[in-house]
């Protein structure tokens, strides 16, 4: 199986020089010549969104940079994003409480962009005790239904947890149940 490594750039500020040293930090601190999908960790209201992928979409011409992936973005966002360089990821939060991004999930659907959830298990806790299945691998269960674009990467401290999350894919939630959720 491959392993994908990503990492971001511009949590506090998304100014091109500002993100051309946590690039280069981020280079270091790997010890890789490429990373395969970087993202710009939200948009930045000082700077226009082009500003700051321009600088990402320099990296990925050189080689440097394989995918390019935005968070915490909107419909428009990501269209504005595509003008720049390819968007290969989305990554919003999205789980059982908040759904505010189903528009943007049907868009990365249509478009081929994997949608990456974040806090993909915050929210009530499911029970589907028929499923025999804890209340987070319903979640998961709930998220890759929604959607084939869906990527949930859920963390976990510990192996057991890690096994638990992947057991999730052995789950295939009725559609009632489904809308239930």
């Not at 490429?34 to 948009?43: D, G, K, N, P, T």
């Not at 440097?64 to 720049?84: D, L, M, N």
Request: aromatic residues 8%; proline residues 6%; contains cysteine.
């Amino acid at each position: 199986d491959d392993v994908v490594v990503a990492t971001k750039g511009g949590f506090r500020e998304a100014k091109p020089e500002t993100l051309r040293a946590e690039l280069e930090q981020s280079f270091a601190s790997l010890g890789v010549e490429q990373i395969e999908l970087y993202y710009l960790h939200r948009v930045d209201p000082e700077v226009p969104l082009e500003e700051s992928l321009g600088v990402i979409a320099e990296y990925r011409d050189e080689g440097r940079i394989a995918h390019v992936g935005i968070s915490k973005v909107t419909v428009e966002e990501i269209e504005r994003a595509r003008e720049v360089v390819p968007i290969a990821a989305v990554q919003n939060e999205y789980n059982l409480a908040a759904r505010g991004d189903d528009d943007v999930i049907s868009y990365c659907e249509r478009e081929g962009i994997v949608f990456v959830p974040y806090y993909p298990l915050a929210g009530d806790s499911p029970s589907c005790a028929e499923y025999g299945a804890t209340p987070r691998q319903i979640a998961l269960a709930w998220l890759l239904k929604r959607s084939p674009a869906m990527l949930p990467i859920p963390g976990t401290l510990s192996v057991e947890h890690l096994r638990e999350n992947v057991a999730a894919l052995e789950i295939e939630l009725s559609d009632e149940d489904f809308e239930r959720l």
